[in-house]
């Protein structure tokens, strides 16, 4: 072959290689534009907080999608008719009794599969990187980044008090009860104690004294980080503290926050307490009777061999607060009534608390009656169909816990936990055979 039938043979292999790139290109840019996704290359940042423009530049981001479709058909029908031209030049030029027009055939054809296959992989990792990361930004709306205009705000604070809130109480309450504002001087006194406690658990004095060293250069050069308040928003945060009257609260359902009168949150709670049924009024504190108990139960449990040393260690009560009770507001309910929530952080059975979960937690949603969460509700429900005869109902359990029978619990698990122990056997014998 001379010279420029090599060059066509080049410029063939080139032509197969782009249509190989530019036909993933485009199934990488359909498949984001069926999932709602934006390219990298492609995405936009919105120069106005609002709803209107994201919702604008949501739709620009769309039409950018859908034009570079059209320009990758566009290219793609360039390089094909391109193509076609460049391989009737080249066949003409070679002999027609030979081997050689297929042998160039063939290797444009191996050159072109290798690249689509590099080209598809590579696409396909692009987009699994997308979907993990990628946000439409109209669900950017976050209670850390709050439109103050309407009703987002409504949304995210929820104000069940006579205590009128100001801009600023409202935009800091709006950001979430989580939300963590950045601090005017760095707390050095946590930081040396935290370094100095470091330094007691290393059996070297030399490297107790460079991390010291290195802390003290450290907190040096350091620098307070640029607040993420206003100073309107930092003041506000100061006057709902100072303000006595009313309470923050999370909302039982959902991030809000809610604000409370102080004696309308404690007649609530007291409401739900004076309830004869569910609860009882203790003569006395019970905590020692009860660490006496526990530790009785503990100690045995060793002696059986149920629980080594450590376990013993960790499981033994050494805080004896009195479990607290607080209640979240449930504000998607008639009567804004409140669900009572037991704070057992640092009492008497925490620790075993915490070890009976890890036991209980591998027996939950093994029947079929299990809901996960209300996805998994409605994808369960979007299959039920409901006959003209039949209705739907909901029910609602009160005072759950306090009311679930306890012999008949521990039968349930018992049960249970036979059942798993016998089917990790089984599944053990099978893999043995």
């Known amino acids: 072959m001379n010279q420029e039938t090599v060059k066509k043979v080049r410029d063939l292999e080139s032509l197969g290689k782009k249509i190989a790139r530019h036909r993933n290109h485009l199934v990488f840019t359909l498949r984001c534009k069926d999932l709602h996704i934006t390219p990298r290359s492609l995405q936009l940042k919105c120069p106005i907080n609002t709803t209107k423009a994201r919702n604008i530049v949501e739709k620009a981001r769309q039409q950018l999608v859908r034009e570079r479709i059209r320009v990758i058909n566009n290219k793609l029908d360039s390089y094909k008719e391109k193509k076609s031209r460049t391989e009737n030049e080249l066949f003409t030029r070679l002999p027609q009794d030979s081997d050689i027009a297929k042998h160039v055939t063939d290797h444009v054809t191996k050159k072109s ?67 963590a504002p950045s601090p005017s001087k760095l707390p050095y006194e946590d930081y040396i104690i935290a370094t100095e406690l470091a330094c007691r658990k290393l059996n070297n004095n030399n490297e107790a004294t460079v991390l010291r060293s290195e802390m003290a250069g450290a907190l040096r050069s350091s620098k307070p980080p640029k607040s993420n308040i206003t100073r309107e928003e930092r003041q506000a945060i100061n006057e709902l503290k100072n303000e006595k009257s009313v309470l923050v609260l ?30 009882e009024t203790l003569p006395s504190d019970p905590t020692q009777r009860y660490k006496r108990e526990l530790v009785a139960i503990l100690s045995r449990l060793k002696k059986d061999g149920k629980i080594n ?20 507001p449930k504000i998607h309910k008639p009567g804004n009534k409140v669900r009572p929530i037991v704070d057992y952080t640092g009492t008497i059975a ?18 079929e009656h299990h809901v996960q969460n209300s996805k998994h509700l409605a994808e369960g429900l979007a299959e039920v169909m409901i006959e003209e005869e039949e209705i739907f109902n909901s029910h609602d359990v009160v005072s759950l816990f306090t009311n679930t029978p306890i012999e008949q619990s521990l039968q349930v698990i018992i049960i249970a936990t036979r059942l798993k122990e016998h089917q990790k056997e089984t599944m053990r014998g099978q893999q043995t055979k």
């Open 250 to 279: 999370p909302a039982d359902k959902g991030k809000a926050s809610v604000i409370m009168d102080v004696h309308e949150y404690e007649e609530k709670l007291s409401e739900m307490l004076n309830d004869k049924r569910t609860y």
């Open 113 to 179: 599969e290798s690249e689509f296959c590099k080209t598809k992989c590579r696409h396909a990792r692009k987009l699994d990187r997308l979907q993990q990361h990628y946000v439409p930004i109209q669900s950017r709306n976050t209670p850390d980044n709050v439109e103050l205009g309407g009703e987002q705000l409504k949304k995210w604070v929820i104000n069940l008090s006579k205590h009128k809130l100001t801009k600023p109480q409202e935009s800091i309450l709006a950001k979430g009860l989580n939300f």
């Open 350 to 367: 925490y620790q075993t608390s915490r070890a009976l979960a890890d036991i209980l937690s591998p027996l939950v949603g093994g029947t």
């Open 309 to 328: 040393r450590t376990q013993y260690d960790l499981l033994f009560p050494t805080a004896e607060n009195i479990p607290r009770i607080y209640g979240t």
